[in-house]
């Protein structure tokens, strides 16, 4: 009999026992009534959990540690909730939790014993991990100051609502065919991404009318490419064409391989043209054409610093962390400035930062003072800004390179070395291939590799990319530069890159380095031996 496939496992345990029935085994695991079956691992995603990287292990500690996934709907927080995360970090995660991408929150280190008291825990508050992870829909991301912003298009609130209610925990969705990420966001500033989401809607405002742009497709990793409109709907359509994509794409998605099966995959194979066809045959009526919308460049996309809400008397601040790293210490940290001038509410943002929700407008600039003692910036250095980073190998058994700390180092080291740079730009350290942290979509990507000492051996280091950009139809993703650099050369090779930009006195970063890609020289002086131009 010939050996399975990856592909064909993953079906096979799926069909054998769907990933939301694992609880209970989870549970017997935990009071260590039998060993945990290797199967069993796989449906763990279910709950948000994956085996972690076992190098920060000790010799002797043949614990197998798992992270811990939330599913943060909205991406948002509570004092309490806080609280709550930040001590499971604390008891049982050895003080870690990070932000991520899909603006929710990572813990490490936890052992199978905990979970049940970990879940308990996270349901008395409100949070849950339950399709965190698998071949599921994901987070919903969504716009951090969606119904607080005065300049945005439209308030999605309510329709995120209807989405996130459709697809909580939906038994009919368990089992399809690959990961599968949703968004929407009337944001002015287009913070959502939607052009690397497998389904997102973007309110638009067209002649005085405001509806929704549709784009289906998008993706990173293997399924690199970006978004592909659809045509326009409006508001009371959002969760019929919602559940309409989710259904056909559970139906008719490619399984045959792990690599090909996510929704962009389909698409490929049948064309865009056909898709449309069968989507408007189930929902019973057609898309509205109208013309493709202009966007907001990726580096732009942001809401750091103190803006008036629609709440009366109340701002929102936005809020940087370096890297995405906030740690047990960190999350109380935040509630306790929170609690202090009274907010509630903290919204994670897909640049792994945060924006407080509700401040009263009289303690904005005290709240900024008391963040910035726990180094977290309301008015942030471009470099912390958007300096973002995956798990990285300290604990993603799928990294190359650690991420987390090379991500801090690098943006405090350009900070001190470019005082007075303040353009936007967009920084990604990536542990792997798999783009967690958006590598090919920012403006200098760092890729995890395996690179050349001075000895010749193979050990940890990064592949640069350049030029990737977000904004709509003229969208593109960064090329490889065929450098590729030790962590120790980071830094001095980004500031070469920084400094011959401004030498170069060219009106913004991501256009010199498209134009720069296939210039010889340029690429030639990345390598660490040489001196910058």
Known sequence: MAKETAAQRIERIKREKDGLSVLSDIKAYAKGEREIDPEDIDRFKWYGLYTQNKNLQDDDDENLYFMLRLKVEHGSVNIEQLRCVSNIAKEFGRG?????????????????????????????????????????????????????????IVDTTDLAVQINDYLRANKTLVNLPRKYKIGISGCAKHCM???????????????????FDVSVGGGLGSNKQIALHLGYIKAENVLKVTQVVSETYRDDGLRKSRRKARLGHLIDEWGIEKFRDVIEEKLGFPFIVKPVQSYTPYAKREHFG??????????????????????????????????????????????????????P???????????KVFDIEVHPSPFKARTISCTGMRFCKFAIAETKNQAIELASYLEQEFPDFEENVSISLNGCPNSCAHPHVVDIGLLGAKVKNEEGKSVPGFEIILGGNLEGEVSNFGLKTGIKILPEDVNLTV???????????????????????????????????????
């Open 495 to 533: 500031q070469k890159i920084i400094n011959q930009y401004i030498r170069s006195e060219q009106n913004g970063l991501n256009r010199f380095l498209k134009e720069n890609i296939d210039n010889e020289a340029f690429i030639h002086s990345l390598s660490p031996t040489k001196e910058a131009l």
């Open 193 to 211: 991404g939607h052009e690397i989401q497998d389904l997102s809607f973007t309110g638009v405002n067209i002649n005085g009318e405001i509806l």
């Open 306 to 359: 103190i803006h008036a809400s629609k709440e009366q008397g109340k701002s929102y601040v936005g809020c940087a962390v370096n890297g995405g790293h906030i740690g047990a210490e960190g999350l109380s940290n935040i509630a306790d400035v929170l609690e202090k001038f009274g907010a509630t509410t903290i919204k994670i943002t897909n640049t792994q930062n945060f924006v407080i929700k509700d401040v």
């Open 96 to 152: 870690t939790a990070d932000f991520t991408t899909r603006q929710t929150i990572q813990i490490h280190f936890l052992h199978v014993s905990a979970l049940p008291e970990i879940f308990d825990r996270l349901k008395s508050v409100g949070l849950s991990s339950i399709y965190a992870a698998g071949d599921v829909p994901r987070n919903v991301a969504t716009c951090p100051v969606s119904g607080i912003d005065h300049e945005e």
């Open 361 to 371: 407008n009289a303690h904005t600039e005290a709240l900024s003072e008391a963040l």
